[in-house]
């Protein structure tokens, strides 16, 4: 079945360090994928997404591009800030569903000062 | 605009209580709503999911149920709850482009 899997954590970084959580899927098709972001304490919020291969999502100095050829989507940031800690999830929904997301375990990320 | 609110925002529960928590959206009609459980340490698990009034469908047996009175309320209980139901619960809707959006979350520690 479909699955999505990401890097374990946490990840610890110093401040303005290059982040990468790595995210790859295995899914018949083209589903569509998506970073999620928990906070501390928080519900989910939605950081980006991508519909078809090639697009690439963005938001708030965070990008990730959809590869089909490596089944990734890989989340990246050029510059991280310690407001970024937080859990991020990768997920993805299945072409042909009524919309339920299939979930990465989510990865950990502390930023240190 | 549209947004989605659930309630209670944390609970202290003891073992065998009943437990309600509730979960509105405004701004929009007919959505596809979502109950989900992240237990501490762990990813999320999809616990319910609706497409309309009175449909519920479930991904987990257990001691917890759903139900959809109205169009956009939706809401989880249980009749007896166990030490293991402990986690934070979050009601979703999705909106358009396979977009889902999350409320804020409950805590939940059964004690």
């Known amino acids: 079945g479909d699955s999505v899997t990401q890097m374990e954590g946490p990840v610890t970084l110093s401040e303005e360090a290059f982040l990468t959580i790595n995210c790859t899927y295995t899914?018949?098709?083209?589903?569509?994928l998506f970073w999620y972001v928990q906070y501390p304490g928080e519900g989910l919020q939605l950081l980006l997404k991508a519909t078809k291969a090639d697009d690439k999502g963005s938001n708030k100095g965070f990008e990730a591009t959809y590869r089909k050829e490596t089944t990734s989507f890989h989340l990246e940031k050029g510059s991280v800030q310690v407001s970024d800690s937080a859990v991020y999830f990768c997920?993805?929904?299945?072409?042909?569903?009524?919309?339920?997301?299939?979930w990465g375990a989510g990865t950990k990320l502390i930023i240190k000062p | 605009s549209q947004t989605i609110h659930q309630w209670p925002a944390t609970l202290v529960q003891p073992v065998g209580s009943p437990l309600s928590l509730e979960c509105t959206v405004e701004?929009?009609?007919?959505?596809?709503l979502y109950w989900y459980r992240q237990a501490a340490g762990r990813g999320l698990q999809l616990l319910f999911y609706s497409v309309g009034i009175g449909q519920i469908s479930s991904e987990v047996p257990q001691n917890l149920s759903a139900s959809r009175p109205q169009d956009r309320q939706f809401i989880l209980s249980s009749k007896k709850l166990l030490l293991s139901d402990s986690g934070f619960y979050l009601c979703?809707?999705?909106?358009?482009?396979?977009?889902?959006?999350f409320g804020e979350g409950s805590w939940l520690t059964v004690v």
């Open positions: 997920a993805l929904v299945p072409k042909d569903s009524n919309y339920q997301l299939i």
């Open positions: 701004g929009t009609s007919n959505p596809n």
């Open positions: 979703a809707w999705d909106g358009r482009r396979n977009t889902i959006y």
């Open positions: 899914a018949t098709g083209y589903p569509s």
